[in-house]
Structure formats: C-alpha cells, structure tokens
C-alpha cells in the first residue's frame, strides 16, 4: 500500500479486498483509463491510513475477515463520509443489494464484473463526489462569510428570510427601517447576495446549527 499525497484534484479510488488478485486485477484496470487507485487488503487497513483529500470513490468487497464492507459503510455514513462506494462481491443477495443501496451506494455488482460496468460504475461514484464536495466548499464559505456578521446583522437576516417587510421589523426590534436596511445591506455584502433571492438561498444552505443561533439581542 501506498498513498501518495496529491495537492491536484485527481480522483483517486480506493480499492478494499482481501484477494490480492482481485486487488491488483482492479487497480490495473483503473490505471489503464487514468485513474489513480490506493489499495487495502482489511477495511481496518483503509481505516488506519493516512488518506489525503481527493475526490474519489471507495470499492468494497462486502465479506472480508473483521469489519465487511457494508458495516464499513454504516460506519462512515454515521461520521458523516459521502465518499461514494460501490459494492464488488462473489456473495451477494437481494437484502445486502437493497440494505447498501438505501445507504447511498453508487451500484453493487457481483463479480466476475465486466470491465466496463465497473468503470461506469466508477465513472458516476468520481462525478457524484466531485459534485459533492462543490456543494460542501459552498457551503463552509458561506458559514465563513456568516461568522462575520454582527448580532444585529444576523437578528435582521433571521427576518428578511422570513419574508417579513423592513417596517415590522423595526417595529419587532425597537430600531428604525433605515437602520434595518443599513444591516441587511451589510448583511447581504457580507455572505456576497446579489438579491434577496440569493439571501434565501445562502440562508437555506446554512447548518442547522447557524440557523438556530440567536443574538444577543434576543436572548433571555
């Protein structure tokens, strides 16, 4: 095993199976249509590497000695890693096909595997990762640029997005519509909104967790 640590966004798929054949069988097959690939012979091998951040997909045979794939996957799911996965096994049947599937598995394919339904497989797993992490960049700018605004700014966020008219809320907050408009202007600067449209929007990606917060102005 070897990772290498690449500071491009090349994919890299990473290969857990505990046949050394099918192992190297794999990884040449990727590395034949460009694809970088990292194998593991124990999901408690893939477990303890030093992994770096490229997009990618996860190839895991579902029956291994210790932890099996599909209890692999409930484990990453549960901290929260949407690496894609596809399920490459000589065992499988309708409940693990229908269990790893409603877990968020890209396809769960029984081997022999034709080469090509493997690299569609692949194809789509690298695809729906790289979407994933553009929308997850997205969003952690956004909590960024959030952190930056004032108490007030996020009080008078918290009522734009609900819809409600810059009059009831100077009325709500005991301040005046131009200085509602002058915070939700910095407001909107602040997250980059080029209309309230957008405000709603960036509002809406944000974690539950920012969503939920009050200011100081009205706590207690």
Not at 198 to 213: D, E, F, K, N, V
């Amino acid at each position: 095993m070897n990772v290498e640590t690449d500071s491009t966004n090349r994919p890299l798929v990473l290969i857990v199976d505990d046949d050394d054949e099918i192992r190297l069988a794999l990884r040449e097959l990727l590395l034949s249509v460009g694809l970088d690939a990292c194998c593991f012979g124990s999901t408690q091998e893939l477990l303890n590497a030093d992994l770096p951040e490229r997009p990618g997909c996860l190839i895991l045979d579902v029956r291994m000695p210790g932890t099996s794939g599909l209890d692999l996957q409930q484990r990453l799911v549960a901290n929260g890693n949407t690496r894609p996965i596809i399920f490459l096994t000589g065992h499988g049947d309708i409940a693990m096909t229908v269990q790893a599937m409603k877990a968020g598995a890209i396809d769960f394919l029984t081997k022999p595997v034709r080469d090509q339904a493997l690299l569609d497989a692949v194809t789509a797993a690298i695809e729906k990762d790289v979407v994933q992490r553009a929308a997850a960049d997205q969003v952690r700018q956004h909590a960024d640029r959030y952190a930056r605004l004032t108490p007030r700014e996020r009080e008078v966020l918290r009522e734009v997005v609900k819809g409600r008219l810059n009059k009831q809320i100077a009325f709500d907050l005991g301040i005046t519509e131009i200085t509602v408009k002058l915070h939700r202007g910095n407001a909107m600067r602040k997250l980059q909104a080029g209309s309230i449209g957008q405000l709603i929007r960036i509002w809406q990606s944000l974690p539950a967790t920012h969503q939920g917060q009050q200011s100081a102005y009205t706590k207690g």
